[in-house]
């Protein structure tokens, strides 16, 4: 597939950038804290890899929970963007709720309110499928950090089996109804959206990272660009 093509393929695919609002909002982020060993950890092992005082920008947090996490960890100067002004509202809470500085504003991943060169280290979990223009936001996550910074975007990869993604889930310790809601969701929704290896490559190709890294699991993707 040409980058022109997967270029019309992401267009004519991928959700159109609209954030969870309101009750559905509030139902992720319940369903999702079941996960906050997952936060937890991510938090550490980026704790590891930046100094204590970087300037950190998580896009898309939804919740806020990796970012209230690394807050705990270091005097970190943290940024998280959403475009769903009620997750945004909900993360500063939770920041709130846990004592911890992070700042949370509202914007989009494909045209982010900051200056060039502006932050040490970029983390996304589970939501640049959801970015309805991959390649412009891959080219803002360059814009936006310091050279010598790096970007970690962790998701799933389109082409995960069906059984991989029913035992992921049913690791999740849900309930038996939000199980199938969940299973669903990803069979239906998130798995359709999300991008393979070899896409990801294609769009890395029209960006200026230097430095590219690509892990591929069973139900996902971790992909690793230095600037």
């Not at 700042?103 to 040490?120: H, I, W």
Request: net charge positive; glycine share 8%; with cysteine.
């Amino acid at each position: 597939m040409s980058n022109q093509q997967i270029e019309l393929h992401a267009a004519k695919k991928a959700y159109k950038g609209v954030g969870m609002e309101g009750m559905i909002a509030t139902w992720y982020a319940r369903n999702t804290a079941r996960s906050m060993k997952d936060f937890a950890s991510d938090a550490c092992r980026v704790a590891a890899l930046v100094a204590s005082s970087a300037d950190v920008l998580e896009v898309a947090p939804g919740p806020g929970y990796f970012a209230v996490e690394l807050a705990k960890l270091g005097d970190y100067r943290i940024t998280g963007l959403d475009i769903s002004k009620s997750f945004v509202k909900i993360a500063r809470d939770n920041a709130a709720r846990a004592g911890v500085r992070v700042r949370f504003e509202v914007g989009s991943a494909s045209a982010m309110p900051f200056e060039d060169d502006s932050f040490d280290f970029l983390f996304c979990r589970a939501a640049f499928k959801n970015f309805s223009e991959p390649v412009r936001a891959l080219r803002e996550m360059y814009r936006v950090l310091r050279p010598g910074g790096r970007v970690w975007i962790v998701d799933l990869r389109r082409d995960a089996s069906l059984s991989d993604i029913s035992k992921a889930v049913g690791e999740m310790g849900l309930g038996a109804v939000n199980v199938w809601f969940t299973r669903m969701a990803f069979r239906f929704s998130l798995i359709k959206r999300a991008w393979t290896k070899a896409e990801f490559e294609q769009f890395l190709a029209q960006t200026q990272f230097p430095s590219v890294e690509i892990e591929q699991s069973a139900m996902g993707l971790d992909i690793w660009l230095g600037k």
